[in-house]
């Protein structure tokens, strides 16, 4: 049948199954709805699937190596299924980078745990001191986070050496017995040809005071004016990176500073014949120290009953049992887990409020060695 316009309708004994589809040319807009392709046709224009899975691990192995926090990772897991299932690989998780290892303590749950876990699998040493820090020390997983650290300090890492090295001083994890100063002053000695600045001032301190090793007083003034030397150079070079006016950093004063206590001598005013540095701002803590101090903050600052924390805001670690940490030889106020806190929190808050009290003064006077009731530890000196 044949309408006004010439169009003839089907007839009835021809099968209308297939469609017929007009080919338009590629730039053809004159229809009204895009076309959608096919998965075969769509796939064949995605360059990204043709990538070898080698050269995505590369590209993702260096995101990891210069993240600077955990969500520039994340964000990439979550882009799509092969970048989930790239981003776990082996070979990314071996070269993460302390900041993208940098899990704050809030937000700490068990997938942060299995990816830390994951992390350190890998090879990862940076993983493997920063969860045995939070194992040993917040889950309080004594072997467990000891042997990440020691897995770390095989692998010539730093601060994973000097961690060992306080955990030995202070017989961390056990009784006032098990600690061993020998062990101590031989994993700073580690540490500080590593370059450690912290370690190479225990070591100082060590040999000056004959404390796990034979006393040596000018080697031991050596190592502090080479560790102060080495603090001084370090934010040095980065405040010049950053334009920051260092003058009021090198300034001192020929006269000594004032003797504070009959066992500190007056030494002279220069900042590298100090036993606590220059002065100079904090380097910045590590993201496992950093997770200490947040972790037990969050808990009141309370480690446990009859447990203390060290004084040094920026460490965070906490007293294994009673009595473990030095405290100040002047006011009785502070205590510290290392030298280093010490020195740190001289320089940035107990410089300023240290004062004699008159019992430690009165223990003194009487002969007592001013420990009172520490677990036999000495105490620690305080100058200014």
């Not at 100082?204 to 030397?229: K, M, P, S, T, W």
């Not at 460490?315 to 740190?344: D, I, M, W």
């Amino acid at each position: 049948m044949r309408t006004r316009r010439g169009v003839c309708y089907p007839r009835s004994d021809i099968s209308l199954d297939k469609k017929t589809v007009r080919d338009f040319p590629p730039d053809f807009m004159g229809c009204r709805k895009r076309q959608r392709l096919s998965p075969e046709t769509a796939g064949k224009s995605d360059f990204f699937d043709v990538l070898p899975d080698d050269i995505v691990v590369s590209i993702l192995s260096k995101l990891s190596s210069t993240a600077r926090c955990p969500s520039d990772f994340i964000n990439v897991l979550i882009t799509c299924k092969r970048f989930n299932s790239l981003a776990v690989n082996s070979v990314v998780l071996s070269k993460a980078s302390p900041k993208m290892l940098a899990v704050k303590a809030k937000k700490w749950c068990e997938s942060a745990h299995r990816f830390l876990k994951s992390c350190a699998d890998a090879g990862n040493v940076e993983a493997c001191y920063t969860l045995g820090m939070i194992r040993f020390y917040c889950l309080q997983n004594r072997g467990s986070g000891a042997s990440l650290m020691a897995k770390a300090a095989i692998s010539s890492h730093a601060p994973a050496l000097y961690s060992l090295a306080v955990i030995q001083f202070n017989g961390s994890g056990g009784s006032k017995n098990d600690k061993d100063l020998r062990a101590g002053v031989a994993l700073c000695a580690r540490a500080s040809f590593l370059g450690h600045i912290d370690a190479l001032r225990e070591l100082g301190h060590c040999l000056q005071d004959g404390y796990g090793v034979r006393q040596n007083i000018a080697e031991g003034r050596r190592f502090l004016v080479q560790a102060n030397a080495r603090e001084l150079a370090a934010v040095l070079s980065s405040a010049a990176a950053s334009n920051i006016n260092t003058h009021s950093w090198l300034t001192w004063s020929p006269h000594p500073f004032p003797q504070v206590s009959q066992r500190q001598p007056a030494v002279p005013g220069c900042p590298l014949l100090s036993d606590f540095g220059c002065n100079v701002p904090a380097p910045e803590a590590h993201p496992a120290r950093k997770f200490l101090a947040e972790w037990f903050d969050a808990r009141g600052g309370m480690p446990g009953p009859g447990l203390r924390l060290c004084s040094h805001v920026g460490c965070g670690r906490p007293e294994t049992r009673k009595h473990e940490f030095r405290r100040c030889s002047v006011c009785g106020a502070v205590n510290y887990c290392s030298r280093a806190c010490q020195a740190l929190d001289w320089k940035l808050r107990h410089k300023t409020e240290c004062a004699p009290v008159e019992r430690w003064l009165d223990e003194e006077a009487d002969g007592g060695d001013g420990n009172g009731a520490v677990d036999g530890n000495d105490d620690v000196n305080a100058v200014s």
